[in-house]
Each structure stands twice: as structure tokens, then as C-alpha cells.
């Protein structure tokens, strides 16, 4: 009988699991072979006594292309003619960077208006006082 616990793996209900190991062990797991969205990573050790624990940790996979979208919030609620802008760019691999795509375009956000109309406003306000004292 071996002084050593043993683990099995399992991803989200499958009854086979991916790796049975003697512990302690590394272990890498490929999210590459899972599809994108919530999966649950199990985890069943036996000690040698024959004792069982197991811990679920779920984790979200999102491998494929990343979707940004601009002009509506999660949960939102809305009426009438909604103007959207979508993106979606994928990360490449490991190795290189895909940088064509990968900034969404935006649009202006409302502070940066009433920065710049603030200036503005401020720089009229000096440009007057200046003319009127050159007079």
C-alpha cells in the first residue's frame, strides 16, 4: 500500500477524469480543449487510508475572440432605436500579438465635452479681458 494520496481530475460533470496522479504533482491543464464560458474544476483526493475530499473551484474559459460592444450595459433597460458598436478580435497565441483590431474604437466620453468647453470658455472670458484692456 503506498504512503502517498492520489488525485483525480475532473472538468465540470464528467465522470471519467482527465488525470489520476500520486501527489504531490504539477499539472497543466489545456483550457484550449474546453469550450468558452463557465466550467467546474474538480478535484478528488483519496488518501491512503481510503478517505475522500474533494474541492469544486468553477473558472470561466475565453479562449476565443474577446467581444466588446459599446451603447448598451448588462441588464439594461431599454425603449426605442438602440445605436451599437461591436468589436471582436482574437488574442493570437502565446507567441505573437495580434495588434490589428485589438483596440475598440470609442466614442468621447462626456467629461472630456465639458473639459473642453470649460477651456474654451475660460480662454473667451481672458481673450475679452484683453481686448477690452488694449483699448
Given at each position: 500500500?503506498?504512503?502517498?494520496?492520489?488525485?483525480f481530475?475532473?472538468?465540470?460533470?464528467?465522470?471519467?477524469?482527465?488525470?489520476?496522479?500520486?501527489?504531490?504533482?504539477?499539472?497543466?491543464?489545456?483550457?484550449?480543449?474546453?469550450t468558452?464560458?463557465?466550467?467546474?474544476?474538480?478535484?478528488?483526493?483519496k488518501?491512503?487510508?481510503?478517505?475522500?475530499?474533494?474541492?469544486?473551484?468553477p473558472?470561466?474559459v475565453?479562449?476565443?475572440?474577446?467581444?466588446t460592444?459599446?451603447?448598451?450595459?448588462?441588464?439594461?433597460v431599454?425603449?426605442g432605436?438602440l445605436?451599437?458598436?461591436?468589436?471582436?478580435?482574437?488574442?493570437?497565441?502565446?507567441?505573437?500579438?495580434?495588434?490589428?483590431?485589438?483596440?475598440?474604437?470609442?466614442?468621447?466620453p462626456?467629461?472630456?465635452?465639458?473639459?473642453?468647453?470649460?477651456?474654451?470658455?475660460?480662454?473667451?472670458?481672458?481673450?475679452?479681458?484683453y481686448?477690452?484692456?488694449?483699448?
Amino acid at each position: 500500500m503506498s504512503d502517498k494520496s492520489t488525485v483525480f481530475i475532473f472538468i465540470d460533470d464528467d465522470i471519467k477524469p482527465i488525470a489520476e496522479l500520486a501527489t504531490p504533482v504539477s499539472f497543466e491543464l489545456d483550457t484550449r480543449k474546453l469550450t468558452d464560458g463557465d466550467h467546474l474544476l474538480k478535484i478528488v483526493s483519496k488518501d491512503p487510508t481510503g478517505k475522500e475530499g474533494i474541492r469544486k473551484i468553477p473558472f470561466v474559459v475565453r479562449n476565443g475572440p474577446a467581444i466588446t460592444i459599446e451603447g448598451i450595459k448588462e441588464n439594461a433597460v431599454v425603449d426605442g432605436v438602440l445605436p451599437l458598436m461591436i468589436n471582436a478580435y482574437g488574442k493570437g497565441d502565446q507567441k505573437s500579438f495580434l495588434i490589428e483590431g485589438s483596440e475598440t474604437p470609442q466614442s468621447i466620453p462626456y467629461w472630456v465635452w465639458i473639459a473642453i468647453i470649460g477651456f474654451v470658455g475660460w480662454a473667451l472670458f481672458y481673450l475679452v479681458r484683453y481686448i477690452s484692456i488694449a483699448q
